[in-house]
């Protein structure tokens, strides 16, 4: 059973638009959650962070949003740039298990 | 270069060969993992090595067989591997299992089972 969900395998949006890349998870053990972004034949590097006792966290272009009660969060990206083409793994880490937890991954095409 | 580095990238073999997979990494970290990816599939986690504890995945057959001589080199060897064994092979380390630095990665092995 996937703990970590990215029900979007795909998206595309326009070059200077906002991108949100979503991720669901299940397991309310989860105490931390990572973004990383995986270029072509590369392996994934990582994004951005967040806390669960956090609601936000922003680095530049980049926004973490988590939402405790609907075991959700969402990444915004914005502007979007071509070089932000991407396949975004959303990661979620149980104190306890001590391990990352990874989702499927959505591909985000940014068109010029 | 991310600090982790592993070999090859590419590799091809028979259903009957054995090979080896090397990761490597320069960052002082204590913990490796052996990470699958297959298509439209999570990032799938293997074996964990952390201060040289051994964490499998219970669902990874035997056929694949890590090995961590020592906190900065990881192995998977392989045999008598299926086609659908084919897939990326990502080594991550990060500085502690219980740390909140995330992973780094290693740009990973393409590996094809014929």
């Known amino acids: 059973d996937q703990q970590v969900k990215q029900n979007s395998p795909s998206l595309s949006v326009q070059e200077g638009r906002i991108s949100i890349l979503n991720c669901d998870y299940t397991?309310?053990?989860?105490?931390?959650f990572l973004w990383y972004k995986k270029y072509p034949a590369e392996g994934p590097t990582f994004l951005i962070s967040?806390?669960?006792?956090?609601d936000k966290n922003e680095d530049g272009r980049f926004t973490v949003f988590l939402n405790k009660s609907a075991k959700h969060l969402s990444l915004h990206i914005v502007p979007s740039q071509p070089g932000d083409s991407a396949v975004y793994f959303c990661?979620?880490?149980?104190?306890?298990?001590?391990?990352?937890?990874f989702g499927s991954g959505t591909q985000l095409t940014v068109l010029p | 270069e991310t600090g982790v580095t592993q070999t090859p990238r590419h590799l091809v073999m028979g259903m009957t060969n054995k090979k080896s997979l090397k990761c490597e990494q320069h960052?002082?970290?204590?913990?490796m993992y052996w990470y699958k990816q297959s298509a439209k599939k999570p990032l799938e986690l293997m074996f964990v090595?952390?201060?040289?504890?051994?964490?499998e995945n219970n669902s990874v057959p035997s056929r694949f067989s890590p090995e961590c001589p020592n906190s900065s080199h990881l192995f998977l060897h392989l045999h008598t591997l299926q086609p659908e064994d084919s897939a990326l092979y990502l080594c991550?380390?990060?500085?502690?299992?219980?740390?909140?630095?995330?992973?780094?990665f290693g740009s990973g092995t393409r590996l094809t089972v014929v």
């Open positions: 967040i806390s669960s006792i956090k």
């Open positions: 090595y952390s201060l040289e504890e051994r964490v």
């Open positions: 991550a380390s990060s500085p502690s299992r219980q740390g909140v630095n995330g992973y780094t």
């Open positions: 397991n309310s053990m989860f105490d931390y």
């Open positions: 960052l002082g970290h204590n913990a």
């Open positions: 990661a979620a880490r149980s104190g306890s298990a001590r391990q990352l937890t």
